[in-house]
């Protein structure tokens, strides 16, 4: 398990080395699932950057509440979560999920259900950052709430 | 007693500062931190924390039932607006 919250770069051969000796035979499967900075806002204009705020300590506990949930919905060996905060560009990643389970079912049904609780449910704030404007702070959208909202109805 | 609010985001824009460490009366609840709040900040600040959507956590849990419960010395009080990460 590992949940974490950085400013730098994360690098997916290094956690994925990491997860695979954590788990060594005990996993048949591992979903992997990276988030990146779009070049252009859901409206279409462009963005130079994104700037990601967090609050220490709140933002880890509403991190592992989050897969603490996905472990009592599915049969999970393993989850990293690293989401980065500070300024990022355009093609920079964002957030990587990796989640290890025995079969594939609930690996990929379990790192979905992460992604959707982080977009509605990680204490982080999100500002869209163009050249000579002020920004605007993103909010979720109903999309984002329709996929979390789903998980609740779904029975599983 | 004294606490600090803590201020997020957008509201951290709206307020112009990060933190404000302020005094009130032992035995003050949130209703109480907000009027306190009211006599320093001005209107369009404090409709900006009193928007529906803003959330109040007080030592990074958040308040759940309401604001009338009692505040003690050193308490941390934040002020968010909603959250989006991923």
């Given at each position: 398990m590992s949940i974490r919250i950085q400013e730098?770069?994360?690098?997916?051969?290094?956690?994925?080395?990491?997860?695979r000796k954590r788990i060594g035979g005990s996993a048949g499967s591992i979903v992997a699932f990276a988030g990146l900075v779009r070049e252009r806002a859901r409206?279409?204009?462009?963005?130079?950057?994104?700037?990601?705020?967090?609050?220490?300590?709140m933002t880890e506990s509403s991190m592992e509440r989050i897969v603490e949930q996905a472990r009592g919905r599915w049969p999970l060996q393993d989850v990293v979560v690293i989401h980065r905060v500070g300024d990022l560009r355009p093609g920079d990643q964002i957030v990587l999920v990796l989640v290890a389970s025995a079969h594939r079912g609930a690996a990929f049904a379990g790192c979905e259900f992460v992604m959707d609780m982080l977009k509605t449910k990680a204490v982080f704030w999100k500002k869209e950052v163009r050249t000579g404007s002020k920004g605007t702070w993103v909010r979720s959208t109903g999309d984002?709430?329709?996929r979390a909202k789903h998980w609740r109805n779904d029975g599983e | 007693m004294k606490v600090r609010a803590f201020f997020f985001a957008s509201l951290r824009e709206a307020v112009e500062t990060d933190v404000l460490d302020i005094d009130i009366g032992d035995g003050a609840s949130l209703i109480d931190l907000r009027r306190c709040l009211a006599a320093r900040l001005r209107e369009d600040q404090m409709a900006a924390l009193d928007a529906a959507d803003v959330r109040v956590a007080v030592n990074r849990r958040l308040v759940h039932d309401g604001e009338a419960a009692v505040l003690a010395a050193g308490d941390e009080i934040a002020f968010m607006p909603p959250v989006t990460g991923g």
């Open positions: 730098d770069d994360f690098s997916l051969d290094r956690e994925w080395d990491a997860l409206a279409g204009e462009e963005v130079s950057g994104l700037f990601l705020e967090h609050y220490p300590g984002d709430f329709e | -």
